[in-house]
């Protein structure tokens, strides 16, 4: 009788632990989660829409988010939420060409949140934000912040704050490049029978990314869609992350129309020790030409009007992957399986310099 009853008493002592238990971890589970989403630049699927057109129209004072820097006492920039805000509905965005981290919050009613961040402020290590701002969208907030410098970040999402920590590139990963796809916008590069150098170099780069995806290098792009950055941003690109190598791709063209063939680019003028400018562009020019099967058609200093690589301090060549004024080669270059070989003797030559 005795032991019938200790174990009714052990029994019901283990039914409230459980219960107890569970309740702390649902608890938990609702007020702390570090599964923010964080998506890249190259990522983000933003409306093709010009900058201009996507930015509120009421003036930037208007949509300012205060920051307040006199609380400091922590290594995290402290974003507060609305109570209803979850975790799940939280995406960070890293806009690194820009220099902007956004901060996107789906609602149903996004401008529920607007009178939110007009009376709240942002603050904690705020030192690498130099402003901020809200915009109202269709089925979301947008918080921007303006950086100092290019950021990778670490997030938790606690108590209805956003705690995000920035880190430099290279504490994050070992092996860093930079793609450049060249032109875009209204610089369409060497264009022929409405072919346009542009798109052919998007084209390679997003077939890059499929490739390195898959890698353990840390690719940035200095455009994933028409976009032109300026030449300063694109190698600005390359320091800010302390890049090992950028790698610029381009089109050639020429009034003799039966020139064909790859070529590489490299900045003479500026020498590094070990693996510099002229070997990078000699691994890609013959990693490239192997891949395509293709002519050769040598190395190419640099001169003034090839800004990107004139000025880059990491090792950078680019990549010339044709001449589009050449007839049979404009054919090639419009050919999707083309395309993903000539990305192949890139992503090759990145491989075995890293290998070297």
């Known amino acids: 009788m005795q032991q019938n009853s200790l174990m009714k008493s052990t029994l019901v002592y283990c039914i409230l632990f459980v219960a107890a238990a569970m309740g702390v971890m649902l608890y938990y589970a609702a007020t702390k989660t570090v599964g923010v989403?964080?998506?890249?630049?190259?990522?983000?699927?933003?409306?093709?829409v010009q900058k201009e057109e996507s930015m509120p129209s009421v003036p930037q004072e208007e949509n300012e988010i205060a920051i307040n820097r006199a609380e400091t006492n922590t290594n995290y920039f402290c974003i507060p939420m609305p109570e209803s805000v979850k975790a799940e509905e939280v995406v960070l965005e890293n806009h690194y060409m820009d220099k902007e981290l956004w901060v996107g919050i789906s609602a149903e009613q996004a401008k529920e949140y607007e009178t939110?961040?007009?009376?709240?402020?942002?603050?904690?290590?705020?030192?690498?934000?130099?402003?901020?701002?809200?915009?109202?969208?269709?089925?979301?907030?947008?918080?921007?912040?303006?950086?100092d410098g290019v950021y990778e970040y670490r997030s938790i999402f606690e108590d209805h704050t956003?705690?995000?920590?920035?880190?430099?590139?290279?504490?994050v990963y070992e092996k860093i490049i930079v793609i450049d796809p060249a032109y875009g916008g209204e610089e369409h590069g060497i264009t022929a029978d409405g072919l346009l150098s542009k798109n052919i170099t998007l084209d390679v780069a997003k077939a890059l990314k499929a490739m390195f995806d898959e890698s353990d290098i840390k690719v940035y792009y200095t455009r994933m869609d028409d976009s032109n950055p300026a030449a300063a941003d694109r190698v600005e690109l390359a320091a800010a992350t302390k890049a090992d190598m950028l790698?610029?791709?381009?089109?050639?063209?020429?009034?003799?129309?039966?020139?064909?063939?790859?070529?590489?680019?490299?900045?003479?003028?500026?020498f590094i020790p070990g693996f510099g400018n002229v070997e990078l562009a000699d691994l890609l020019e013959r990693e490239v030409v192997t891949s395509i099967s293709g002519k050769a058609c040598g190395l190419i200093e640099s001169t003034e009007a090839d800004l990107v690589v004139s000025?880059?301090?990491?090792?950078?060549?680019?990549?010339?992957?044709?001449?589009?004024?050449?007839?049979?080669?404009?054919?090639?270059?419009?050919?999707?399986?083309?395309?993903?070989?000539?990305?192949?003797?890139?992503?090759?030559?990145?491989?075995k310099a890293y290998s070297a």
């Open 37 to 48: 989403t964080d998506l890249a630049q190259d990522e983000v699927v933003r409306p093709a």
């Open 116 to 147: 939110f961040y007009e009376t709240k402020s942002v603050y904690g290590n705020c030192a690498n934000v130099t402003d901020g701002r809200f915009e109202a969208e269709k089925e979301r907030i947008c918080l921007r912040f303006a950086l």
């Open 162 to 171: 956003l705690y995000v920590e920035f880190v430099p590139s290279k504490e």
């Open 247 to 270: 790698i610029r791709i381009e089109v050639s063209g020429d009034e003799n129309s039966k020139l064909y063939g790859t070529s590489a680019v490299y900045n003479s003028k500026f």
């Open 311 to 351: 000025s880059a301090t990491v090792p950078a060549a680019a990549i010339r992957v044709g001449y589009l004024t050449n007839s049979q080669e404009a054919i090639l270059l419009q050919r999707e399986d083309y395309i993903k070989r000539i990305a192949e003797g890139i992503y090759n030559a990145v491989i």
